[in-house]
């Protein structure tokens, strides 16, 4: 069975600090991993995605990801954090060597940066 | 723009009451999908149709009913519903799967419609 933890509820970071929302995942294949953010009152909206090739992954809003086979995670970071950042942010896997396997959410991180 | 459309966003009903939530995709997809979003809870994923067929029925209770009449369009309709059931209730696309395929595509999720059961 698939699964993802996200082990922090809450992560806060000031304004221009690196940040980190970690991701482990366990999956009985191969991953596909992504990562979603969610504004209040809106839906989740699609960050970055690890299929296969490099290990760091660049996405959107200066967003990244690195895929660490060997520890099973996939932890989002940002070299310098905005406040406009804050938000709630969904780590996904998706079982590629199951055909039907759906996708699996962690249950969120809330990352806060604060001014 | 997110390519999925949801309407209503915002939605207040009496537990007696039948209403229907509507998704539009414009992106080309074959495969939607419904996920229950609660305070406080994992995302759920209710719903998966796959080229209008239903994939996935994750244990939802019967007073949900999803429709998919074409890849662009899909429908819950709400029926005798509990305050339980209050969320926010998310529509996704993604790529469809071909029989013997496992596609890479990601999710794309509509704004969400905000559903209050007095």
């Known amino acids: 069975a698939q699964s993802v933890a996200q082990p922090e509820d809450q992560v806060n970071v000031a304004e221009g600090n690196p940040l980190t929302v970690k991701c482990t995942y366990s999956?009985?294949?191969?991953?596909?991993l992504f990562w979603y953010v969610q504004y209040p009152n809106r839906g989740l909206q699609f960050l970055l995605k690890y299929i296969t090739g490099d290990n760091l992954v660049k996405g959107s809003y200066g967003f990244e990801a690195e895929f660490n086979k060997s520890q099973t995670s996939f932890h989002l970071k940002k070299p310098s954090a905005l406040v406009s950042d804050s938000a709630l942010y969904f780590c996904?896997?998706?079982?590629?060597?199951?055909?039907?396997?759906?996708?699996?959410f962690g249950p969120g991180t809330r990352l806060s940066v604060l001014p | 723009e997110t390519g999925v459309t949801q309407t209503p966003r915002h939605l207040v009903m009496g537990m007696t009451n039948k209403k229907s939530l509507k998704c539009e995709q414009h992106?080309?997809?074959?495969?939607m999908y419904w996920y229950k979003q609660s305070a406080k809870k994992p995302l759920e994923l209710m719903f998966v149709?796959?080229?209008?067929?239903?994939?996935e029925n994750n244990s939802v209770p019967s007073r949900f009913s999803p429709e998919c009449p074409n890849s662009s369009h899909l429908f819950l309709h709400l029926h005798t519903l509990q305050p339980e059931d209050s969320a926010l209730y998310l529509c996704?696309?993604?790529?469809?799967?071909?029989?013997?395929?496992?596609?890479?595509?990601?999710?794309?999720f509509g704004e969400g419609s905000r559903l209050t059961v007095l």
């Open positions: 149709y796959n080229f209008k067929e239903q994939t």
């Open positions: 992106l080309g997809h074959n495969a």
């Open positions: 999956v009985s294949g191969n991953p596909y």
């Open positions: 996904a896997v998706r079982d590629r060597d199951n055909y039907g396997q759906n996708f699996v």
């Open positions: 996704a696309s993604s790529q469809g799967e071909a029989s013997g395929g496992l596609n890479t595509g990601e999710l794309f």
